[in-house]
């Protein structure tokens, strides 16, 4: 959850249904009308322009962008996850406005904010605190967090739903996926209905704070003795299904660490790889969400804060085994073993086009050399990054042998990923070879 614009004063989250499709409905009305004037322009100049060619200018992803980012909720998280999951296959242009979303949403009003607490803890509940600031410390796509102190003495977090969130999240993602269709960004023969299903399945989950808390709780107690890590303790008597509060810990940004000692950004890199490690082989309970805001540091102490576990997902026992068979296979250096392994995970098969698995293996076959190539692999070398883009890219580029990965698979890729480029980011030098061969 992002820091709070501080230029703004909020805008009332639209929570009806009728007044979010209404404004779904302007956006969609201003994006064709954008096109029609764009697409005139051209025809004008002598071009011959594609429909996503005028679908994806500037002018029109920043209407979507805005309009998502003022609904909040359902709609502006699915267009976070398109500009964070796909931003290194979109076209450029799209891929940099939308990560317009990736930044801070407007936060509440204070009357609005005042109406969902008068729900959730009934009339006068102010007097409960000796201070409540109105002014939220952050702020996101689902919720935002405001600092307290209760009469009895806690310094807490609170984390309060944006109203109508819920209700909207069917007809939010679906209308999300309708841009995408338009947008020619999604290949009219892929057929995304599971992945929609389980987006819709993750964004009720996450939109429900007595599950968060639960989540919470439970990996409060699978790292209790890990001196690295801290997670906020849950308050139970002011917690909801649309409030969550959390004991206050004070730190700063996980991305100061970037002035950090060597020594202390290859240690924390290091225990954040362990822990995605420990996610998927010990627990099989993942916090899949690495958004950089989730994770923050402790000056005083060094410890990790580990934050937001709204995305937390189990893995079935049987993939994190495929998985485990899949690195044992790639630090063993057998390629063969590598292929039987991603066929099993449903990554490859004969339903695809042979190029298309032939660059599937080429893509793991230049992260296992890497990685093999010495005893510390180094996140600053943005060589392997390059190349996997330029790789995805054309990938990308070859519509016709298009599939969707197992839904774990991708939600593995996410956190993975993001846990790379974070570490990326601090470039950390870390030996990855002995910390996988751990879990083997």
Not at 35 to 40: D, Y
Not at 93 to 120: G, K, N
Not at 356 to 369: G, I, L, T, W, Y
Request: hydrophobic content about 45%; overall charge neutral.
């Amino acid at each position: 959850m992002a820091p709070r614009n501080p230029r703004s004063d909020g805008s009332s989250v639209p929570s009806r249904r009728l007044s979010r499709l209404a404004r779904l409905g302007g956006m969609a009305a201003g994006v064709a009308g954008g096109m029609l004037i764009e697409g005139a322009g051209r025809l004008a100049r002598g071009e011959r322009p594609r429909v996503e060619d005028l679908l994806l200018t500037p002018a029109n992803v920043l209407r979507v962008t805005g309009q998502l980012a003022h609904l909040r909720g359902a709609a502006m998280k699915m267009g976070q996850l398109i500009s964070m999951e796909a931003g290194d296959v979109l076209p450029p242009e799209l891929a940099s406005i939308m990560a317009r979303l990736r930044a801070d949403a407007e936060p509440m009003p204070r009357h609005q904010i005042q109406a969902v607490l008068d729900r959730e803890w009934g009339p006068g509940w102010l007097a409960r605190f000796e201070s409540f600031s109105f002014r939220p410390v952050a702020a996101a796509s689902i919720g935002q967090v405001h600092r307290a102190l209760t009469r009895d003495g806690r310094d807490i977090a609170i984390k309060i739903q944006y109203p109508g969130v819920r209700r909207s999240i069917d007809s939010d993602v679906d209308n999300v996926a309708t841009l995408l269709r338009m947008s020619g960004i999604v290949p009219r023969h892929l057929d995304v209905a599971p992945l929609l299903g389980e987006a819709k399945r993750q964004l009720r989950e996450e939109a429900d704070y007595r599950r968060e808390a639960d989540c919470i709780e439970r990996f409060a107690v699978l790292l209790k003795d890990d001196p690295d890590f801290v997670i906020p303790l849950v308050h139970r008597d002011l917690t909801g299904e649309n409030v969550l509060a959390m004991t206050y810990l004070d730190s700063v940004p996980i991305e100061t660490l970037e002035q950090a000692s060597q020594a202390e950004r290859d240690r924390v890199a290091a225990r954040l790889i362990d822990l995605v490690l420990r996610e998927l082989f010990t627990f099989q309970l993942m916090q899949t969400d690495p958004n950089l805001a989730n994770y923050r540091y402790e000056p005083t102490s060094g410890r990790i804060v580990l934050l937001d576990f709204g995305a937390t997902r189990a893995f079935p026992a049987a993939f994190a085994e495929d998985c485990r068979r899949l690195a044992a296979a790639g630090l063993g250096n057998d390629r063969p073993g590598v292929r039987s392994a991603l066929t099993v995970m449903g990554l490859i098969d004969e339903s695809v086009p042979q190029r298309h698995q032939d660059k599937v293996m080429a893509m793991f076959d230049m992260v296992r050399a890497s990685v093999l190539r010495s005893d510390v692999f180094d996140f600053a070398d943005t060589t392997i990054l390059g190349r996997l883009r330029e790789q995805g890219m054309e990938f990308a580029g070859e519509r016709d042998g298009w599939r969707l990965p197992p839904t774990d698979a991708l939600f593995l890729q996410r956190k993975v990923g993001g846990t790379y480029l974070l570490a990326a980011r601090l470039k950390a030098r870390v030996d990855v070879k002995t910390l996988v061969a751990r879990y083997l």
